[in-house]
């Protein structure tokens, strides 16, 4: 009880914070700045005690410019969630080198089996309601629903013969079963779900969700319409570009999409409890049958999600990234007609990088992270002695970025059991970029102060993960960036596999696409000029990229073009590690004195102001 009296609290202090938007936005607070960033809608919804995210929905529409995640207008799903309108608009993608796998995600869709039974249960929960002849508007408001029990009777016919589609399907491998996108249309039309009727499902179940949440509303546990929901999500993916010309349009999408098909995984639910009041996990009871599948309709043509915004009657559409090269192949892919392209070198001069790839640890090992090499504890001890030679050397910060989570944690683990850890973090103290949102804003805190101190100090991350693409290390936070490894998509991996095949089965001369294996090295190269990226942040900065693994020779070519003219060969051809540490130690020692000294900026906070209400319920806690 006392639980659920605290989640009313919560939902009731929700729901006055977002009824004081209007009012807010009324207020001096907000009509008296130009601009509000993010920190200040918090600061004003504190003060004012209304909430900033609806705040920020609601002056979206007469800003000027709006700043947000580019999903928001490639994802139709966010894009009408939002209500934004796009007319006549210039759209900025910056960090663009993420958008075809954007827009190849906004464009598909999943739903399993436990979906569809979630589905029928809210079908059943809104017409126990209308039997009971409850309803969901306040007192004193006669207004019916806009649909009867007929109409929810029609719709739970359709969601039980759907159900029955899916037993259809029989066993299913463990590695799935694969079938042309055209098919998801014969499967749903097995449920009477077809090109003239989704629009009408598609209607009645999103009226139903909006009936369930307010008839839920201010109720802790009531039902919001989850299985309907993602009945409505699912089919406007699949219908949600159709054209008036059916098989045309058919033949398009069989050629850009995938059904995948896997078994969905057994959920547990616990038993009840125990003498002892604790809850009894002798007693697991599964939930979903055997039969159970997962309906994934992949989109593997980026075309499609940007065509989506095309149409939305945008004025330009602008990419910009450090990393989007090589761009033919982007430009294809995303079937957009470019009208100008540019591409700039870096603004440093070369006195402010040295790059080199490093092929062999200070033992002679080979440095190769390859599947066949990368659990050779040969390789995994050179690898520790590299960075610790490297760390030596360097002065403040160090990043090392490790292609997974897998085989950071066991290369740690390697280290740990040799000393080799000890070792390093004699150097300088290492940190790990741990999962966890609260861990990761303490570790990076941790990390910023460490480097402040005369040891400096090492950060340990993943590439692609939120260091990598997402952080700002100029200046100290920074000095040197070690990549171990490309980070390969897993090469087995169902929606990689289709892929590839895709692009295979669709290149041609004219459309210009990537080949299957440019397309899979690219994904790695791009991911580690992400990374690299992180160092070099200013005119003024510099700093060492040092890639470890003797493949990067072979994969030059995919790094940009910035950093391929700063790589040099080993004088007479032989690779030696202590010529590149002397080098190292030569070209830090130039920077430092020749560069102007970064200037630590001191960031004062503002206090909050607070209204005797907030001060009485923080007396309180």
């Keep these: ?49 209304a909430c900033p995210y609806y705040m920020s929905k609601q002056l979206s529409g007469q800003a000027d410019i709006v700043f947000l995640p580019y999903n928001y ?39 399993a089996s436990s979906d569809i039974a979630l589905c029928i249960e809210d079908i059943s929960h809104v017409m126990k309601l209308l039997d009971e ?50 098919k998801i249309f014969d499967f749903l039309s097995g449920a009477n779900i077809t090109q003239e009727s989704f629009a009408m499902v598609v209607k009645l179940t999103d009226t139903l969700v909006e009936f369930l949440q307010q008839a839920s509303a201010g109720k802790a546990f009531g039902r919001k319409g989850g299985g309907l929901s993602k009945v409505s999500e699912f089919l406007s993916v699949v219908y949600g570009s159709m054209t008036s010309n059916f098989e045309t349009w058919r033949q398009t999408m069989e050629r850009g999409y995938r059904l995948h098909i896997e078994v969905e995984e057994q959920k547990k639910k616990w038993g009840g409890k125990s003498s002892d009041g604790w809850l009894n996990t002798s007693s697991v009871q599964q939930t979903i049958n055997n039969n159970a599948k997962i309906l994934n ?87 520790a ?81 939120k260091v990598s693409e997402g ?12 990549i171990i490894g490309l980070p390969f998509p897993p090469y087995m991996d169902p929606r990689v596999v289709l892929k590839k095949e895709y692009l295979d089965k669709n290149r041609t001369q004219e459309n210009k696409l990537a080949g299957s294996q440019e397309w899979y090295n690219t994904e790695a190269t791009r991911a580690v000029n ?40 080993p004088s007479g051809g032989k690779f030696v590690f202590g010529a590149v540490i002397r080098e190292l130690n030569q070209f830090f020692r130039n920077a430092s004195s020749s560069l102007p000294i970064p200037v630590k900026r001191e960031i004062k906070e503002e206090t909050i102001p607070i209204d005797e209400e907030d001060r009485s319920s923080a007396r309180k806690k």
């Design 1 to 49: 009880l006392h639980r659920v009296d605290r989640r009313q609290r919560q939902m009731c202090i929700r729901d006055s914070y977002h009824s004081r938007v209007e009012k807010a936005l009324e207020g001096p607070e907000i009509n008296n700045k130009s601009v509000l960033d993010i920190e200040d809608l918090v600061k004003v919804g504190k003060s004012c005690r």
């Design 73 to 111: 207008v490639l994802d139709p799903k966010l894009l009408k969630s939002f209500k934004l309108e796009l007319s006549n608009s210039v759209v900025i993608l910056d960090e663009a080198h993420n958008v075809e796998k954007v827009c190849q995600d906004a464009a598909s869709v999943q739903i």
């Design 133 to 182: 002849n409850e309803r969901l508007v306040p007192t004193g408001d006669e207004e019916a629903p806009d649909f009867n029990l007929e109409d929810c009777a029609m719709l739970k016919g359709i969601m039980l013969e759907l159900e029955k589609q899916f037993d259809s399907i029989g066993q299913i491998s463990s590695q799935g079963k694969t079938l042309p996108g055209g």
């Design 297 to 383: 309709y992949w989109c593997f043509n980026p075309g499609f999600g940007m065509a989506q915004l095309v149409q939305k009657n945008v004025h330009s559409i602008i990419l910009t990234s450090g990393t989007l090269a090589p761009l033919k192949p982007l430009i294809s892919e995303l079937a957009l007609n470019v009208g100008h392209q540019l591409e700039n070198p870096h603004i440093i001069k070369p006195s402010q990088v040295i790059a080199k790839i490093i092929s062999q640890g200070p033992d002679g090992t080979a440095l190769n992270c390859g599947f066949n090499n990368r659990d050779n504890p040969k390789y995994i001890h050179s690898l």
């Design 385 to 465: 002695l590299t960075i610790k030679t490297v760390a030596s050397c360097t002065p403040n910060g160090l990043l090392v970025f490790f292609p997974s989570y897998v085989l950071m944690n066991k290369a740690q683990e390697a280290w740990r059991n040799s000393g080799m850890w000890n070792a390093i973090n004699d150097v300088k103290p290492i940190f790990t970029e741990p999962k966890g949102k609260d861990e990761f804003d303490e570790c990076i805190n941790d990390y910023y102060e460490a480097v402040e101190t005369s040891r400096g100090a090492i950060f340990m991350a993943v590439l692609r993960g």
């Design 471 to 482: 952080l700002d290390f100029k200046d100290k936070n920074g000095r040197a960036v070690i």
């Design 530 to 569: 992400q990374a690299i990226g992180r160092v070099i942040r200013h005119k003024d900065d510099y700093g060492a990229i040092l890639l470890c693994d003797q493949r990067f020779h072979a994969y030059k070519a995919g790094l940009s073009k910035w950093i391929q003219v700063h790589i040099t060969q």
